[in-house]
């Protein structure tokens, strides 16, 4: 199973809401659908799993949706902190959306 | 608390194999599996492979079966894995993560292996 996310990349002020998206080239069950942040010399952070379900220490700006073949990461209110790439992951990860400040 | 300390960084001929090291400790091991991710320079996060903490049923991806093997120590709580045959287009921060069902939990610190 493919997945792609869009846009690559994401120029936006703190603040602002972002919109994160991520297809898969068949449907995926939502239990399996999960979604990290990676910051430069850190390693990826576990943000959302089973598609829509915070981990622990994740903020409650960070939410996740979606069913089939689309799912969608949202943060509501960008903080300085969020500006990352995020990945989705089935089993293989997505290509990335790199979020950055505009 | 829950952790897992990979072994320090790897400069190495082409070629030649590395072998990298994740210690695991805070939980029951066996409990989990471990999987293997790499970051090439300027690209994305790449799955490797996975083996569960019972040291059975490895799986790997396509594109490195046969030059990549994955072993843990149920004794130390570690887990291995080990590239051979390799190129400079291996050359990339390798990470460890505690898995279950899929879902990445804890992370590694990472491993920068080097092919030069």
């Known amino acids: 199973i493919e997945l792609t996310q869009s846009p690559a990349t994401l120029s936006l002020s703190p603040g602002e809401r972002a919109t994160l998206s991520c297809r898969a080239s068949q449907s995926v069950s939502t239990n399996n659908l999960s979604w990290y942040q990676h910051k430069p010399g850190q390693a990826p952070r576990l943000l959302i799993y089973?598609?829509?379900t915070r981990a622990t220490g994740t903020p409650a700006r960070f939410s996740g949706s979606g069913s089939g073949t689309d799912f969608t990461l949202t943060i509501s209110s960008l903080q300085p902190e969020d500006f990352a790439v995020y990945y989705c992951?089935?089993?293989?990860f997505g290509g990335g959306t790199k979020v950055e400040i505009k | 608390q829950v952790q897992l300390v990979q072994s320090g960084a790897e400069v190495k001929k082409p070629g030649a194999s590395v072998k990298v090291s994740c210690k695991a400790s805070?939980?029951?091991?066996?409990?989990?599996?471990i999987s293997w991710v790499r970051q090439a320079p300027g690209q994305g996060l790449e799955w490797m492979g996975w083996?569960?903490?019972?040291?059975?049923?490895?799986g790997y991806s396509q594109k490195l079966q046969g030059r990549v093997t994955l072993t843990t120590d149920t004794s130390t709580s570690t887990a291995y894995m080990e590239l051979r045959s390799l190129r400079s287009d291996d050359t990339a921060v390798y990470y460890c993560?505690?898995?279950?069902?899929?879902?990445?939990?804890?992370w590694g610190q990472g491993t920068r292996v080097t092919v030069s």
């Open positions: 993560a505690r898995d279950w069902n899929y879902v990445r939990d804890i």
């Open positions: 089973a598609t829509s």
């Open positions: 805070g939980y029951t091991f066996t409990n989990y599996g």
């Open positions: 083996i569960s903490g019972n040291n059975d049923k490895p």
């Open positions: 992951q089935h089993d293989f």
